[in-house]
């Protein structure tokens, strides 16, 4: 796709060169020369300069094949000479002349030899033919293009394809047309900044509706710019399938509110869509729509005809329109004509009526309007003509700018025919009938009250001046029943007596003339107090609010009025409304017990049920005592107990702990005391709901708070706080704190004490956190106090369960003695090569002193690493190099401590890679077994060995015995069913194998062996089958054992599964005699269920009856039970 980029200084020099009267040609030659790259876009073709690209006639083949879609004929890709450039675009303008497209003035040597003008005059042919107009019309594109923009922009005037155009301000108009919302403001753009305009309109053009931007803005605003460049740009919209082409195809299915209409060609040639948009506008189609679609001539004539009459003239013929060959140019403007044309009204709708004809009354005058719809309304054509019963009535016609005032004042009752005609015909709507009433404002209605009572007279007034007026008095029941009311006249008053049977609105109905009068009707709200109840509780709590209800929801409409009296004294009490209709409460509370009567009237009448009367009674006497109510421990059975004294009533009691009910049971200790019982599974707050008759008793719900000690956990982690006796350490002097996590433990209080050998010592209890709590203690700095110390902590005075935590106190520092020094272990002695060694500094009665370690040998130093321990001891470790003698110096505080230096002898590493490990051990077990290993060390040399044995969460015990001869013996004990991991290192490397896979089972369980089939029944010799089933699933890890005996001697058993983990086995075996046969089937050495099966073979049917029935007590009939088993096999 070619586009235009703005002029560059050298080609604005370049125009400048040429002079004025010569630049259109410049432009006109770019522009066509972008509009022939346009073309020849899909075929991968660019032209430069069109006086030479098209010489050897081949581009122009080219461009001729691109616009009439077919190859022409056969070109010559590569001339060699004049000739044959000729040859080709001969060959061209052969093919352009055929499609009717007339050539003047050119010939084929004129293009060869790069005439500029004549091949730009070619081209504009070119342009028409193809893009602008398919076909010769009798008005020129020129002039239709002209006449579509200006319909389409009639703010602007346009008349012309240069000047007109150039500000850019009509194109920003057409796109903002064509696409709204686009360029809204083009209003407010300015002409002075014509080529900015232009700019922003090309590309708006190009991003919104693909129109190409085959001309530079610079050109479109130049005053050099000629029509026909500005025609081939603005051609874009306005040829088929276009933006302008859709937007009248869319007007015009929007118009006759239809989707089948799809071109702007064909579609118009049989004459029915164009009639029946010109029938839309308001013209007039004759016998419209009943016509004949195939006398297409008629149809086309008739709508060019009715649009004549509407001021629109035709562009093209009948006979062209039905042409399906006529050009889409032409029907656009032809249709946009109809678009923008006033639509004609007829003679009945060239005025309309507006007034108000409704609730007219005689002697007021009646005005309205004659609104002129259409701007040829000639006033002497109209006529306004009223009617009554008694004729002809005067109405005065004032005629203003474009509305007639019309005025007529009724005289008499009755009915009115107005009729409005122009030019003799009757307008739309004509005749409007209405009514005149008779003035009943000076009758007046009287009555007594609004609201009365079912059964009672209400008398009924009408004040008239006239005996002879007609008064007509109805009422209208509830249930819509209409009745008259017979009246008396007597000094202007007419009179009846109206008594309403049943509840509801009473609507009273007075016509004086016919006519209901101003102040009628009126409504009665008829009300029975019978029909309202009052209802409420027999008994009362002192304190607490009593609610009765008043319904009076069939009673009608009224107010209630209530009262409460208890020993003849009046109680405050409040009448309330609910969210029902007819329904509402009167609420008081007593202050003290007693009977209490309420009383309620209607409209001032007592209702059915007044007075109720109310015991009132005083649960405050009910007591309830125990420790359950405030207190307790989980698992532990908390009790309390209930008296109600002589008050009576059903006592009920629920515990709830984090929404959930706790059980509870109850007895009785008297005849008015209960006991209850339940035991919290949880620490935490237990709610206990106590119950008189549904009421809570006073201080119900009580709140016990249930402590658990044992979720009491210690967060102070003292792993390097402990000697290894598993004794804290303390620090003479030093405060020593220990934290626990109290949040699962419940409501509860952490206490504690610490024994020392001087006594208790003073303990202190903080809070630092919600839920945790700490206590702090100092141990006391007196050498007669050293010793074991015991700290026992508590939860709500219950010990917890690692209370007391047992304690040490050395004393407080002894003063430095490197005498005092002891050096323990072997590492002092011995030790071998690459293997980690170590010994002790016991300086526990030396004071704190520092020490330092020094180990020499033959060739260089050994690193010794110190790490301190409690009590003053140190423990060093080392790894001797190689074996020979190495000297060990200790010091104490730069002193040197007794027996130093002492001799230390390495010898040889021993190798791990010469120790064997065997034993069942290593094939794995179960559960609870104990797995056996030999590990051979005898040709290892001297070494230790260390084993462990691992599952994913638990360690299996493992303990090693020493045979003294070279080989241990390792026992190890699995604790979970899993793979396990065993790892066994001599001198801290792995042995060969190590670490070993051992897998471990669940432990075999021979009640869980299922064993059944026709194999371990009873049977016939003849035909027994000796199959039969093991299931193994679920009885854990073990070994299968099936032996059988029959009468003489033990048989073979074949076993057989079908995968070799399945854990159902097939067994069978081959009985040849009958007798017995016992099989015996165990599970790792341990019978499993029903194991030994004895098995009876018998030659005849009669044996085997007989022997069953002997043996469990009833005869069993023949069966074909093993033939049933072999199919399910």
Not at 44 to 67: H, N, P, Y
């Amino acid at each position: 796709m070619s586009t235009v980029e703005p002029a560059s200084p050298s080609q604005e020099r370049e125009l400048s060169k040429v002079s004025p009267e010569n630049r259109w040609v410049e432009i006109q030659r770019k522009t066509f020369t972008n509009w022939i790259n346009e073309q020849l876009s899909v075929s991968g073709r660019v032209i430069q300069d069109i006086e030479k690209d098209f010489c050897d006639g081949v581009t122009l083949v080219a461009l001729v094949e691109s616009l009439q879609f077919k190859k022409i004929g056969k070109v010559i890709p590569n001339p060699t000479g004049r000739i044959q450039m000729i040859q080709n675009v001969a060959l061209a303008c052969k093919a352009i002349m055929e499609d009717n497209v007339r050539l003047v003035n050119i010939g084929n040597e004129d293009i060869v030899n790069g005439n500029v003008k004549l091949i730009l005059g070619l081209l504009w042919h070119l342009i028409v033919r193809y893009q602008i107009s398919s076909r010769k019309t009798k008005v020129p594109p020129k002039k239709l293009m002209i006449n579509w923009f200006r319909l389409i922009l009639p703010e602007l005037e346009i008349s012309n394809f240069t000047s007109d155009w150039s500000t850019g301000i009509p194109l920003h108009a057409l796109i903002d047309h064509l696409r709204p919302g686009t360029s809204p403001n083009w209003r407010e753009l300015h002409a002075k900044n014509a080529v900015e305009n232009c700019r922003t309109a090309i590309l708006l053009a190009k991003e919104h509706l693909n129109i190409p931007r085959v001309i530079s803005p610079e050109d479109f605003a130049s005053e050099a710019l000629d029509e026909l460049s500005a025609m081939t740009y603005l051609s874009y919209f306005v040829r088929s399938e276009s933006p302008g082409y859709y937007d009248t195809l869319n007007w015009v299915c929007k118009q006759l509110r239809t989707t089948q209409i799809t071109n702007l060609t064909t579609d118009w040639n049989d004459g029915y869509n164009l009639c029946s948009i010109v029938s839309s506008m308001g013209g007039v189609i004759p016998d419209w729509p009943n016509i004949d679609r195939e006398d297409k001539m008629k149809n086309v004539q008739m709508a060019i005809d009715a649009g004549k009459r509407m001021g629109v003239d035709p562009i093209l013929s009948a006979s062209e329109l039905s042409d399906p060959s006529v050009d889409h140019l032409s029907v656009m403007t032809y249709l946009n004509r109809f678009r923008y044309a006033t639509p004609v009204k007829s003679d009945n709708e060239k005025l309309s009526i507006q007034g108000d004809f409704d609730n007219h009354l005689t002697g007021v005058q009646i005005h309205f309007k004659l609104v002129m719809e259409d701007k040829d309304v000639q006033k002497e054509l109209t006529s306004v003509q009223i009617k009554s019963a008694k004729g002809n009535q005067r109405c005065d016609v004032s005629w203003k700018d474009k509305y007639a005032d019309c005025r007529f004042t009724p005289a008499d009752p009755g009915s009115y025919t107005l009729n409005v005609l122009y030019n003799g015909t009757p307008l739309v709507g004509c005749p409007v009938t209405f009514s005149v009433k008779a003035d009943l404002s000076k009758v007046k209605l009287r009555t007594q009250s609004s609201s009365c009572m079912v059964g009672s007279s209400n008398d009924i007034e009408v004040l008239s001046e006239s005996e002879s007026n007609e008064v007509l008095i109805e009422y209208c029941s509830p249930n819509e029943e209409v009745k008259s009311l017979t009246t008396l006249y007597e000094n202007g008053v007419f009179s009846a007596t109206f008594r309403p049977k049943s509840v509801g609105l009473w609507i009273v109905h007075v016509f004086c003339q016919g006519e209901e009068i101003s102040s009628s009707p009126i409504s009665f709200d008829v009300f029975d107090p019978q029909k309202a109840w009052l209802s409420g509780p027999q008994k009362g709590i002192v304190g607490e609010e009593v609610v009765f209800t008043v319904n009076y929801s069939e009673a009608g409409i009224g107010d209630i009025e209530a009262a409460v009296r208890n020993v003849g004294k009046e109680v405050v009490c409040e009448v309330n409304e609910t969210e029902y209709n007819g329904i509402k409460t009167i609420e008081f509370v007593p202050q003290n017990s007693g009977m209490f009567f309420v009383y309620c009237k209607f409209n001032n009448t007592e209702i059915t049920g007044s007075p109720k009367s109310i015991d009132v009674v005083d649960p405050g006497q009910i007591v309830v005592t125990g420790e359950g109510l405030t207190r307790g421990l989980r698992g532990k059975e908390c009790t309390f107990q209930v008296n109600i004294g002589d008050l009576g009533g059903n006592i009920s009691v629920t515990v709830e702990n984090e929404g959930k009910e706790v059980d509870t049971s109850w007895r009785e200790a008297g005849s008015s005391t209960y006991i209850f019982s339940y035991v919290p599974s949880n620490a935490g707050t237990f709610k206990i709901n106590v119950n008189w008759d549904e009421r809570a008793v006073p201080g119900s719900p009580f709140y016990a708070k249930i402590t658990d000690r044992s979720r009491v956990t210690l967060i102070t982690d003292l792993t390097d706080l402990m000697d290894e006796n598993g004794h804290l350490v303390l620090d003479c002097g030093k405060e020593t704190q220990l934290l626990y996590d109290i949040s699962a433990a419940g409501p509860g209080r952490m206490t504690a004490t610490v024994l020392s050998p001087r006594g208790k010592l003073k303990v202190e209890t903080r809070k630092p956190k919600k839920e945790e709590m700490e206590i702090a203690f100092t141990a006391v700095e007196e050498v007669k106090f050293v010793g074991d110390h015991y700290i026992h902590v508590y939860w709500s005075d219950v010990p917890l369960d690692s209370s007391p935590i047992l304690a040490y106190c050395l004393g407080p520092p002894l003063p430095v003695d490197h005498t005092k020094v002891v050096i323990e272990g072997k590492g002092k002695e011995k030790a071998r090569a690459l293997v980690p060694a170590e010994f002790l500094i016991n300086g526990r009665f030396a004071g704190p002193g520092t020490p330092r370690v020094l180990l020499k040998g033959v060739k260089k130093d050994v690193h010794v690493n110190i790490t301190p321990m409690k009590y003053d001891r140190y423990k060093c470790t080392y790894s001797a190099p190689n074996p020979g003698a190495y000297v060990l110096y200790v010091y104490w505080s730069e002193q040197l401590v007794p027996k130093c230096p002492y001799k230390i002898t390495a010898s040889n590493k021993g190798a791990s890679g010469k120790v064997k490990v065997t034993g069942q051990g290593l094939k794995g077990g179960y559960v609870g077994q104990e797995l056996h290993l030999d590990v051979d060390t005898t040709e290892a040399g001297f070494g230790e060995i260390k084993v462990s044995c691992h599952g994913e969460l638990r360690e299996a015990r493992c303990d090693v015995f020493d045979q003294r001869n070279g080989i241990y013996k390792v026992h190890m004990y699995p604790r979970e069913a899993c793979r396990h991991r065993l790892e066994i290192t001599y001198d801290h490397e792995h042995v060969p194998g190590s670490p070993f896979k051992i897998p471990v089972g669940e432990p075999p369980d021979p009640r869980k062996v299922r064993v059944y089939g026709p194999g371990v029944q009873d049977g016939l010799i003849q035909t027994f089958e000796s199959k039969f089933l093991v299931e193994t699933s679920g009885a854990g890890a073990g070994q299968l054992a099936v032996r059988i005996r029959g009468p003489r001697s033990a048989f073979k058993v074949n076993i057989q599964r079908e995968e070799e983990n399945d854990r159902t086995v097939l067994c069978s075996y081959s009985p040849e005699e009958p007798g017995k046969y016992v099989i015996n089937v165990k599970w790792s050495g341990r019978h499993v269920r029903g194991s030994p099966f004895n098995v009876q073979l018998f030659e005849s049917q009669a044996e085997l009856d007989n022997y069953l029935g002997n043996k469990k007590g009833f005869f069993v009939e023949k069966t074909k039970a093993n033939m049933q088993w072999r199919a399910e096999i």
